[in-house]
């Protein structure tokens, strides 16, 4: 058989972190430069179905043996063999991604959706972004607690995303490309600790919250008019606005507001923490004469690792 592949970008959030968890809307959009990728290498001796995972150097076998409850990868096998009504053969898919693991970047949403894109490509059959979006959500629903629904759209989709918790998801584009670099803190910080602190302290005093979560939410909205319009300028003060807000919330850290400070010293528009905070990543957004030395500013600031990206 000839070779096929498909490949599915990262995300980050960019404004509103937080927030959301509120009500307050939130944008996220794609990384294209870091992808996964899901090539079928061919039909193998056996007659199971194999997905090797190159970054992790192993082998897992997914279909028809193993229980879709162990493993996303296995369930989203026998979602889309449901969903295409066949029994799929025993094809050996490779997998790859450049995007970072358990950083908030959206790995497991764009492995999957590589993966379901590559086999019904390999089933001659073509899935629309919404019915690949409703199964790469239901893995990311039964695998990965309770997710928003947020990463599995950008990365579908691979535009940005408008989203208000309990309304339907917005993608919208960008007017003009937007050059931006994330950079690692090297700091990990698990989500939940971090929401879990903001809520006792919206609980002890929501009178100093709410606002705070207010303002964001105003933020965000201008933000999407800011992208759809191309007006990186205007953008890249949200970002500096929003990062002074999550700061109110104690949510940024030392090291988030020096990369802050390394990153709009050395030139860029704006920049500000990306998740959750207290360690995780910082997103700036640069030009393409800024990208050069706002990246060694980071990286001399300490990043650990600073990704490029252009959002177009
Ligand atoms: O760090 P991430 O990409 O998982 O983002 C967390 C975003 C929060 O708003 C802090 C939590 C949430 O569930 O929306």
């Known amino acids: 058989m000839t070779v096929v592949s498909a490949t599915a970008p990262g995300k980050i959030i960019l404004f ?25 290498k061919g039909i193998g001796p056996s007659r199971n179905l194999n997905i090797i995972a190159a970054n992790l150097a192993r082998t897992l076998v997914v279909y028809p043996e193993l229980d879709p409850d162990n493993h996303a990868l296995v369930l989203a096998v026998h979602l ?14 490779l997998l790859h991604s450049t995007i970072p693991v358990a950083s908030g970047l959206g790995s497991g949403a764009a492995v999957t959706t590589a993966l379901l894109r590559t086999l019904s490509l390999a089933q001659e059959t073509q899935l629309d972004n919404e019915t690949l979006n409703t199964l790469v959500y239901e893995v990311e629903k ?11 759209t950008v990365v579908v989709y691979e535009k940005p995303v408008y989203f ?14 937007l050059t931006l670099l994330v950079a690692d803190t090297g700091l990990s910080s698990p989500t ?10 919206y609980e002890e005093n929501p009178t100093r919250l709410d606002p705070i979560f207010t303002q964001i939410g105003v933020i965000a909205n201008n933000a999407r008019q800011a992208i759809t319009a191309g007006d990186s300028v205007t953008l890249g003060a949200l970002m ?23 990153a709009t010293s050395a030139g ?3 920049a500000k923490l990306s998740g959750s905070g207290r360690g995780g990543n910082l997103i700036a957004l640069v030009t393409a004469e800024t990208a050069q030395p706002v990246t060694a500013a980071l990286l001399a600031a300490g990043a650990k690792r600073v990704l490029q990206t252009t959002l177009r």
């Open 16 to 40: 509103g972190e937080h927030a959301v968890v509120y009500g307050q809307p939130a944008i996220a959009v794609p990384l294209p430069d870091v992808r996964a990728r899901a090539v079928i």
């Open 80 to 93: 889309l063999a449901d969903h295409l009504k066949v029994t799929l053969p025993p094809y050996q898919v």
């Open 142 to 152: 039964r695998h990965h607690g309770t997710p928003s629904g947020i990463d599995n």
């Open 164 to 177: 208000v918790r309990e309304e339907s998801i917005q993608t919208f584009t960008s007017g003009h490309p």
């Open 192 to 201: 939940h600790h971090v929401v879990s602190d903001v809520r006792v302290q």
């Open 240 to 262: 500096n606005e929003n990062h002074t807000l999550l700061c109110d919330l104690t949510v940024s850290c030392p090291e988030l507001d020096h990369l802050v400070q390394a």
């Open 268 to 270: 860029a528009l704006g």
